[in-house]
C-alpha cells in the first residue's frame, strides 16, 4: 500500500524566514499527493495536490510544492512565513480512494 | 454556506454512553468518509460511503456504526462508548471519479470520554 513519511515533527521558523517541510511517498507507479492544514481547533484545508504533469505545483496562501521522483519526495515551501502559517501541516497519498496520512509537522512561528 | 459541516463540535459524556455524531455536505459530492485523530494528531479513515452504500470499513470496531440515509450526509454513532474512543472525528466528502480528487473536511467533533 502506498504511504508517507513526514521525518520532522516540529519546525520553528522565524516570521519572514523560508519554510520546507519534507514529505516522502512509497509506490511504484504515479501517486497522488496532497498536502493539508490544520489550523488548531480546525478541521483540515487543502492547500495543493500533484497527480501528473508540471512537476511545481502552486497552491493557496502562498505555498508550493516540488514533486521529485527520482528522490520519492514531495516536499512542502513557502518562501515566506506568516505568523498566521503557524499549524499543524499533513502530507497525504490517496490510497483507493482512502487518504493515508503522514504523521504531520507541527510548525512553530516566532516573531 | 458551509461545506462540510458536523454536529457537535465537542461531546463529552460518560463511558457505557451511546452517541452519534452528524454530518452533511453541500458540494454535490457523492462519497462520504469518516477519519478519526487520535492524541498524537495521526489521521486515519474509519469508513467511507458512496451513494449510501459502505465501501470502506477500516478494521474498526463494531461498536462504531454509519448510516448514510442519502448522499450528502453520513452518520456516526457510536455504542458503549470507551476511554480509548476520546478522540477527534473528522467528517470528509469527494467526488469518487477517481483517485485525483481531493477530499474536503469538516471542523471535527472533539469527543472526551469520562
Known amino acids: 500500500a502506498q504511504s508517507v513519511t513526514q521525518p520532522d515533527i516540529h519546525i520553528t521558523v522565524s516570521e519572514g524566514a523560508s519554510l520546507e517541510l519534507r514529505c516522502n511517498y512509497s509506490?511504484?507507479?504515479?501517486?497522488?499527493l496532497f498536502w493539508y492544514v490544520q489550523s488548531p481547533g480546525q478541521g483540515l484545508q487543502l492547500l495543493l495536490k500533484?497527480?501528473?504533469?508540471?512537476?511545481l505545483v502552486q497552491g493557496i496562501k502562498g505555498f508550493e510544492a516540488e514533486f521529485k521522483r527520482s528522490q520519492s519526495s514531495f516536499n512542502l515551501r513557502k518562501p515566506s512565513v506568516h505568523w498566521s502559517d503557524a499549524a499543524e501541516y499533513f502530507c497525504a497519498v490517496n490510497n483507493d480512494y482512502k487518504l493515508s496520512f503522514g504523521a504531520g509537522t507541527t510548525v512553530t512561528v516566532r516573531a | 454556506d458551509t461545506a462540510v459541516s458536523q454536529t457537535p463540535k465537542y461531546l463529552v459524556t460518560q463511558m457505557g454512553n451511546d452517541k452519534s455524531i452528524k454530518c452533511e455536505q453541500n458540494?454535490?459530492?457523492?462519497?462520504m468518509y469518516w477519519y478519526k485523530q487520535d492524541s498524537k494528531k495521526f489521521l486515519k479513515i474509519m469508513f467511507s460511503?458512496?451513494?449510501?452504500?459502505?465501501?470502506i470499513n477500516e478494521t474498526v470496531p463494531n461498536r462504531f456504526s454509519p448510516k448514510s440515509p442519502d448522499k450528502a450526509h453520513l452518520n456516526l454513532h457510536i455504542n458503549s462508548l470507551e476511554l480509548g474512543d476520546s478522540a477527534v472525528y473528522f467528517c470528509a466528502s469527494s467526488h469518487r471519479t477517481g483517485s485525483n480528487q481531493p477530499q474536503h473536511f469538516g471542523d471535527g467533533t472533539r469527543l472526551s470520554i469520562l
Open positions: 460511503y458512496n451513494n449510501k452504500e459502505l465501501i
Open positions: 500533484y497527480f501528473s504533469g508540471d512537476t
Open positions: 509506490y511504484g507507479a504515479t501517486p497522488y
Open positions: 458540494l454535490g459530492h457523492d462519497t
